[in-house]
C-alpha cells in the first residue's frame, strides 16, 4: 500500500488551511477564536472512535462503549466535585497520551507537543490561560498551578528546538504547537494544536495502515455519535438550557476513557 498517496498530501493542505483560518479567527477577536478552537477539538474526535489494538482496527462493542460512558461519567463527577483536581488529572493524563500515541512522529517531537499542548499557553500566555482555566473550574486559579503548567510549557519548547535543530521526524508540527501557543487565543491554540499535530497525524497513520473503507467503517457511528452530542451541549450552553459547568465536566469526562483505552501495544 502506497503509505505517502494523496490523502496525506490532502491532509497536509487541510492542516495549512485550518492554520489559516486559525490566525483569521485570532485577529477577528476573543469569541472568534474560542469557538473556532471548539470546533477544532470536535473535527479531531474521530482519531479515537475506533478501538485500535496491536495491529487490529474495529467499531467499539456495546460493552466497550457502555464502559467508555460509565467511566466518562465518573470523570465528569470527579470534574464537578474537586474541578482543579479533575483539571490536573486530565493534563496529566493529556501529556501522557500526546507524548505515546502512534502518530510516527519521533519520541522528541512528540514529547514536545504534549508540553506545549499542556502548559504553552500558561508559559506565553498566561493571564488568558488563567482566565480560561478559571471558567472552566469555576474558581480560582491557584498561582502554582499555573506555574506547574508553564514548566510543561518550558521543557515543550525545549524539546521542540531540539527536534527543529536535529531534524526530528514531524518537528514542523512541534514548530507550529509553539507557534500556536505563543501567539494565539488558549483555546484556540490547545484546539490548533489537537487537530493538526495530534489527531490528524494518529488518523493519517491509520488510514496508511488499514485503508480508508476500514477506518470508515469503525470510526462513522461513534464520530457521529460524539459529534451530535457535543454540537447538542453547545448549543443548550449557548440558549442558557445546560449549565455551563456541568458542560465543561462532562466534555473533559467523555475525553478522557479514549486515553485510558488508546492501544497499549504498537
Not at 97 to 123: K, Y
Not at 150 to 160: D, E, P, R
Not at 215 to 230: D, M, Q, Y
Not at 244 to 262: C, R, S
Request: proline share 3%; glycine share 10%.
Amino acid at each position: 500500500m502506497n503509505k505517502r498517496g494523496p490523502w496525506h498530501n490532502a491532509g497536509a493542505l487541510f492542516s495549512w488551511v485550518v492554520v489559516a483560518l486559525a490566525v483569521i479567527a485570532q485577529f477577528a477577536g476573543e469569541d472568534f477564536a474560542i469557538y473556532l478552537g471548539l470546533v477544532l477539538f470536535v473535527l479531531g474526535l474521530s482519531h479515537g472512535a475506533g478501538d485500535e489494538q496491536e495491529d487490529t482496527l474495529a467499531s467499539f462493542t456495546l460493552v466497550h462503549a457502555a464502559a467508555y460512558v460509565v467511566i466518562g461519567a465518573a470523570v465528569a463527577g470527579l470534574f464537578l466535585v474537586e474541578p482543579l483536581g479533575g483539571l490536573a488529572l486530565f493534563f496529566a493524563l493529556s501529556a501522557w497520551h500526546f507524548s505515546r500515541s502512534d502518530c510516527r512522529f519521533d519520541q522528541t517531537t512528540r514529547i514536545a507537543i504534549a508540553g506545549l499542548a499542556i502548559g504553552g499557553s500558561a508559559l506565553f500566555r498566561a493571564n488568558e490561560t488563567a482566565e480560561v482555566l478559571s471558567f472552566v473550574t469555576g474558581e480560582d486559579l491557584p498561582v502554582n498551578f499555573l506555574r506547574f503548567l508553564a514548566l510543561a510549557g518550558i521543557g515543550g519548547t525545549g524539546f521542540a528546538l531540539y527536534a527543529f535543530i536535529k531534524g526530528r521526524r514531524g518537528f514542523g508540527h512541534a514548530v507550529v504547537a509553539g507557534l500556536s501557543t505563543a501567539f494565539l487565543q488558549p483555546v484556540l491554540a490547545v484546539g490548533l494544536i489537537f487537530l493538526i499535530a495530534h489527531a490528524m497525524p494518529v488518523q493519517e497513520r491509520q488510514i496508511a495502515a488499514y485503508g480508508m473503507h476500514r477506518v470508515v467503517r469503525a470510526v462513522a457511528l461513534p464520530t457521529a455519535i460524539a459529534t451530535l452530542g457535543a454540537v447538542a451541549l453547545a448549543i443548550a450552553v449557548f440558549l442558557g438550557d445546560f449549565p455551563t459547568q456541568i458542560a465543561v465536566a462532562l466534555a473533559f469526562g467523555m475525553a478522557t476513557p479514549h486515553m485510558l483505552t488508546e492501544r497499549l501495544e504498537r
